[in-house]
C-alpha cells in the first residue's frame, strides 16, 4: 500500500477508529475530508494525527483516491456517494450505508445506481466476525429459538434514530448466527416496539425465530456494553483499551478468552479484496438484506 492513497471522510469517533486500522497498511498519502476545514484541523490536532493532509468537501470530485472510507455521519452519506467521481481502488462505508429515514422505500433505487457505479464497496460489519468467534468460542447444540442483543453505547441519536444507527450490529450479528447454524431467516410475523428518548427495545417475531433487542444511548463518560443471548446462552464481549488499541474478549460462564478485534477482520478482508475481490458480492447481498431489514422493522411492515 506504500504507493496508494488514503482518503478518510469524517472527524468523529468512527473516523479515528478507521484511521488506526488502515494507517497500519502505510499508505503513501493520507487525507482528511469533510464540510469543515476548521473542524478537520482541530481533529488532526486532539488526536496527534501529523502525517495527514486535509480536503474540503467540495473538491472531493477532482481527487483521485486509491481507497477512501466514508465515516461521517449516515444522514450525509449519500452526499459523498454523489460527489465522488472517481471511482477508487477500494471503497469503504460505515454502516449502515444509507438513512432509511431519509430514503424510505427509494432506498433500493439509489442502492442499485450506488452499486452500479462502484463495484469495489464494502459496508463495514464488524459483527459478522464478532459472530464467528462467538461460534468458535462456544457450542450451540439445541435448535436456535430466540437470540437476544443488547447494546448501550454513547451518541446523540434519539428515538427511532437509535434504531437507524445501531441495527446494523443487531442484524449483522443475528443473520451471521442463523447462517452459520444453518436457521432459515423466514418472514416477520409480529414486531412489538419500546421507543424513548434514549431507548429502542423491540421484540421480533420471525415465522421459526424470535428477536430481541435492546439499544439504549448512554453519556460519553460511561463505557459501551456489548452482550448476547443465544436460547439460555449467555455471552459477553469485554473490551479493554491498551496503548490506545482496544483489545477485546469474550466471557462465558466465566470463563474469559481474547478474541481478534472484528475491526481489524473488517479491514483485513477490505484490504485483501482489491486483490482477490470475492468479498464484494457477498457484502452486497449482505446490505440488501440488512437495508430490507431495516425497512421491515422501521417501518412495521409485516407478513399477515
Known sequence: MNKFSL???????????HYKFLKEYNFSKVFFIGRSKKKILSFLKVNKIIKANTLQKRKITKKNFDVIAICNNTNYHQDYLNLIANSPKLLIIEKPIISI???????????????????????????????RSISDFIRIKSKIKQIEVNYSTSGKQRGDEIFIDLSPHALTFFHEICKINKVKIDEIVQIKKTIKPKIWVATII????????????????????????????????????????????????????????????VFEDAINSIVKKKIYKKNKDLTMWLMKMTEKIYFNKITK
Open 206 to 265: 420471525f415465522k421459526n425465530i424470535r428477536l430481541l433487542i435492546n439499544f439504549k444511548k448512554i453519556p460519553k463518560t460511561e463505557k459501551s456494553k456489548f452482550s448476547v443471548k443465544i436460547n439460555n446462552l449467555s455471552i459477553k464481549r469485554i473490551t479493554k483499551e491498551k496503548n490506545k488499541i482496544f483489545i477485546n474478549y469474550l466471557e462465558f460462564n466465566k470463563k474469559i478468552t481474547q478474541i481478534q478485534n472484528p475491526m481489524k477482520n
Open 7 to 17: 482518503a478518510i471522510v469524517g472527524s468523529s469517533k468512527i473516523a479515528l477508529i
Open 101 to 131: 429515514k431519509i430514503f424510505k422505500k427509494d432506498y433500493k433505487i439509489y442502492l442499485q445506481k450506488i452499486y452500479k457505479k462502484f463495484k469495489n464497496l464494502i459496508v463495514a460489519y464488524p459483527m459478522v466476525y464478532l459472530a
